[in-house]
């Protein structure tokens, strides 16, 4: 298998009315950032298109005056300047997403979709891209994408992932330093805020995804004077006595809903030999299972190399399952690992750079406090594997977060309600192996009747301008769902399923 394609796998209606309790429009020109907020300086980016910037924000907020750090953002102007009616906001996933990243891919579609209505901005969090950044001074081994993620070892032992839990959340505590402890969902709100003064807007349009839809919904919930549309897709549980630590667990089930499509695709009697990976769609995951606890006997690295794990053939399904347009390289890994037998596969092991590794944990780790019982995860890992064998019983796994020095952060998580302006246009993949379907529904339930949900018939993370050619009725019915709303603020008159 080519090794571009071994990384791929591992980086991831109805007529509506508008609602009567909408918000109105932002203003079309922007006004002056206020006083104590200096106003951005525009330059064109380096890189990709638009224009650049950086906002000085404090770096905690119980002392504004106190020490700045620095948030790198972008805008990309409306190109039809006679309809602008405010600012997009895109928030990125993550959390470790860079939100420039994504308007550089994304920004022109989304442009033209709104049919230039918006200047469009983004910015990169705490800890990411060309903003400030933290490092934990980790090992590279301990950067091992799976054994970054708390894979359990064969039979679903968990001892090795405590002892590199406790190891990581040590030298985050010793190396880590202030930035690090100011990484969270909270103060990411608080930038937001920040930018929206900057910016000179009275109130955002916003695109949130993924872990972007708690970002959204956290600021839905602390701001909501300042909102104008706001889109939230692929949504988490919002629980906030779990956070993140309910993300991950939902994962488990999320792979099982997902995995017949992958299954599907692979048995297609249209596919060659290196992409056929059974003849029937039922002998698929079976067939996966079997080859993943074959290769768990196969060391990580043997002659100085890396080779294809158990855990690292479970990790690329994972990451696959994103995607149907990475289907391909994982069904050439399987075919590759079927055929080969007893001989091992050279494998690259993907390793994360050390300050997006220090970002993805912080986040998590300081949002809320993890349970601390060792034996609670090793029962969750066994009662896990059980019950979804595709995950091996790392969602339910112990991380660092549990030997998490700083842990919970001084405030606790928000709790997202139904109080505030009707506004919100959720929109979610009911196959999704991040964020499933089931987790978006509680979301949905909190914002009662501020939100609308648009269901869609189809697989994969992210829904909304995903560039996904499967299900396409489905997903050229959410796009133009939202993107209404965006251009006209029309949503369903209640919650719709895109078949």
């Known amino acids: 298998m080519a090794l571009t394609k071994r990384k791929a796998l591992l980086l991831t209606l109805s007529s509506a009315a508008v609602a009567a309790t909408l918000t109105a429009p932002a203003q079309a020109e922007a006004q002056a950032a206020p006083a104590g907020v200096a106003p951005l300086s525009w330059k064109a980016c380096a890189v990709g298109p638009g224009e650049c910037a950086d906002l000085r924000v404090p770096l905690d907020y119980r002392e504004p005056t106190g ?14 300047p006679e309809r602008r009616r405010g600012t997009l906001l895109i928030i990125p996933g993550g959390p470790g997403g860079s939100g420039k990243e994504k308007l550089a891919k994304k920004g022109p579609a989304l442009r033209e979709a709104t049919q230039g209505a918006y200047d469009i901005v983004a910015f990169d969090p705490r800890g990411v891209g060309d903003s400030v950044r933290a490092d934990c001074g980790l090992a590279e081994d301990d950067r091992d994408i799976t054994r970054f993620r708390s894979w359990p070892g ?3 032992d968990i001892g090795e992932n405590v002892e590199r839990s406790r190891r990581v959340a040590d030298a985050c505590a010793r190396n880590g330093g202030a930035v690090l402890r100011s990484l969270t969902t909270a103060n990411e709100v608080r930038d937001i805020d920040r930018f929206r003064q900057a910016l000179g807007e009275r109130k955002l349009s ?3 995804s993924s872990y972007g839809t708690y970002v959204g919904a956290v600021y839905a919930q602390k701001y ?14 919002p629980d906030p006595s779990r956070v ?11 792979a099982d809903d997902r995995f017949p499509d992958f299954a599907a695709w692979a048995s297609d009697p249209a596919r060659d030999a290196a992409h056929r990976v059974a003849e029937r769609p039922e002998d698929v995951r079976p067939l996966f ?3 993943a606890g074959k290769l768990d006997r196969v060391p990580a690295r043997a002659g100085g190399k890396d080779q294809l794990t158990g855990n690292r053939l479970r990790q690329a399904m994972q990451q696959a399952l994103y995607s149907d347009n990475a289907f391909p390289g994982l069904a050439e890994l399987i075919v590759a690992a079927r055929d080969a037998g007893d001989t091992p596969l050279p494998f690259e092991a993907q ?12 986040v998590i780790c300081n ?11 090793a029962r969750a890992v066994a009662e896990d594997r059980a019950r979804h064998p595709l995950t091996a019983g790392m969602p339910a796994n112990v991380t660092p977060c549990t030997f998490w020095k700083d842990a919970p952060a001084a405030e606790k998580p928000t709790r997202i309600t139904g109080e505030g302006p009707s506004n919100v246009l959720m929109v979610q993949n009911l196959r999704d192996p991040a964020t499933p379907h089931s987790g978006a529904l509680k979301m949905r339930r909190a914002f009662g009747d501020r939100a609308r949900m648009v269901s869609v018939d189809a697989g994969g993370h992210n829904a909304y301008l995903s560039g996904v050619k499967s299900s396409a009725d489905a997903r050229a019915c959410a796009d133009r769902t939202v993107s209404e709303f965006f251009v006209t603020g029309k949503r369903p008159d209640g919650d719709v399923l895109c078949r």
């Not at 948030?71 to 990309?76: D, M, N, Q, T």
């Not at 909501?224 to 549980?237: A, F, I, K, M």
């Not at 993140?244 to 488990?252: I, K, Q």
Request: net charge negative; aromatic share 8%.
């Open 224 to 237: 909501p004077q300042h909102t104008d549309r706001w889109v939230l897709d692929s949504n988490g549980d």
């Open 367 to 377: 949002d809320v406090r993890w349970p601390r019982s060792i034996p609670s995860y």
């Open 289 to 291: 299972l079997a080859l």
């Open 154 to 156: 064969a039979g679903g």
């Open 206 to 208: 916003a695109w949130g």
């Open 67 to 80: 020490p700045q750090v620095t948030i790198a953002v972008s805008r990309l102007a409306s190109d039809h």
């Open 244 to 254: 993140a630590r309910g993300w991950l667990a939902n994962m488990s089930g999320a």
């Open 351 to 362: 390793v994360l750079p050390p300050a997006d590794a220090a970002v993805t944990m912080a």
